[in-house]
Antibody, heavy 125, light 108 residues
Framework: QVQLQESGPGLVKPSETLSLTCTVS????????WSWIRQPPGKGLEWIGY???????NYNPSLKSRVTISVDTSKNQFSLKLSSVTAADTAVYYC???????????????????WGQGTLVTVSS | SYELTQPPSVSVSPGQTARITCSGD??????AYWYQQKPGQAPVLVIY???ERPSGIPERFSGSSSGTTVTLTISGVQAEDEADYYC???????????FGTGTKVTVL
C-alpha cells in the first residue's frame, strides 16, 4: 500500500525558510491531491495546503503568503517551503495523500489518508 | 475563518459508548471525516464521507450527520481506543480544509 515519508532539517533558524520533502512509495504520485499538515507540540492539527500532481495548488489563507508546495513526478515526491519562519512554526509536519469525492453539485470533498509518520521541525537560533 | 468545534474531552468506561460531536455551519453541505491520533503517532482515518468506515477500522466506530453537527460513535469502547480524535471538513465553498479542535477520549 501507499506509504509516505517526510524528510528535511529538524532545526531551522528564525527568519529562514523551512524546506521539507515527502517521498511517496508503493504507488504513483500521478493521481490524487497531496497535502501538508502540521501540529505544534501539544496542540491541534492545521492544514497547510495541497498540490495536485499536475501542479495546481491551494493554501491555507493564514499561511498563503509564506507557503510554496511543489511536486516532482519523476521522483514521486512533493515538497513544502515555508519562508520567514518564527518559533510559532515549530511543529510536527505531516504529509498525506488527499483523496476526494463529489458531494453534490459542484462540491468536491477531500480527506487525508494515509499520513506520513511526521517530522519535528524546531525553529530556534 | 471557518471553525469546527469539538468538546475538549470525553470520558467513558470500557464497554460503554462514547459519542464525540463536531459542529460547523458548513457541515450540511460538506462531508466530514474523523481521525484517531494516539500519542507520538500520526493520525489515522477512522470515518470518511460522514459515515463510511475504511477497511481495517473496527465496526465499533461509526459516524452520523444531522444538520450542523456530525458525531463519531465508539460502541463498546476498549482501552486501545484512548486517543485524541479530530474531525475535518471544508468551508462552505469547499476551498479550504479545516480540522476540529480535537477531543481527548479517556477510557476509565
Amino acid at each position: 500500500q501507499v506509504q509516505l515519508q517526510e524528510s528535511g532539517p529538524g532545526l531551522v533558524k528564525p527568519s529562514e525558510t523551512l524546506s521539507l520533502t515527502c517521498t511517496v512509495s508503493g504507488g504513483s504520485i500521478s493521481s490524487y491531491y497531496w497535502s501538508w499538515i502540521r501540529q505544534p507540540p501539544g496542540k491541534g492539527l492545521e492544514w497547510i495546503g495541497y498540490i495536485y500532481y499536475s501542479g495546481s495548488t491551494n493554501y491555507n489563507p493564514s499561511l498563503k503568503s509564506r507557503v510554496t508546495i511543489s511536486v516532482d513526478t519523476s521522483k514521486n515526491q512533493f515538497s513544502l517551503k515555508l519562508s520567514s519562519v518564527t518559533a510559532a512554526d515549530t511543529a510536527v509536519y505531516y504529509c498525506a495523500r488527499t483523496p476526494g469525492a463529489y458531494c453534490g453539485g459542484d462540491c468536491y470533498s477531500l480527506w487525508f489518508d494515509p499520513w506520513g509518520q511526521g517530522t519535528l521541525v524546531t525553529v530556534s537560533s | 475563518s471557518y471553525e469546527l468545534t469539538q468538546p475538549p474531552s470525553v470520558s467513558v468506561s470500557p464497554g460503554q459508548t462514547a459519542r464525540i460531536t463536531c459542529s460547523g455551519d458548513a457541515l450540511p453541505k460538506q462531508y466530514a471525516y474523523w481521525y484517531q491520533q494516539k500519542p507520538g503517532q500520526a493520525p489515522v482515518l477512522v470515518i470518511y464521507k460522514d459515515s463510511e468506515r475504511p477497511s481495517g477500522i473496527p465496526e465499533r466506530f461509526s459516524g452520523s450527520s444531522s444538520g450542523t453537527t456530525v458525531t463519531l460513535t465508539i460502541s463498546g469502547v476498549q482501552a486501545e481506543d484512548e486517543a485524541d480524535y479530530y474531525c475535518q471538513s471544508a468551508d462552505s465553498s469547499g476551498t479550504y480544509q479545516v480540522f476540529g479542535t480535537g477531543t481527548k477520549v479517556t477510557v476509565l
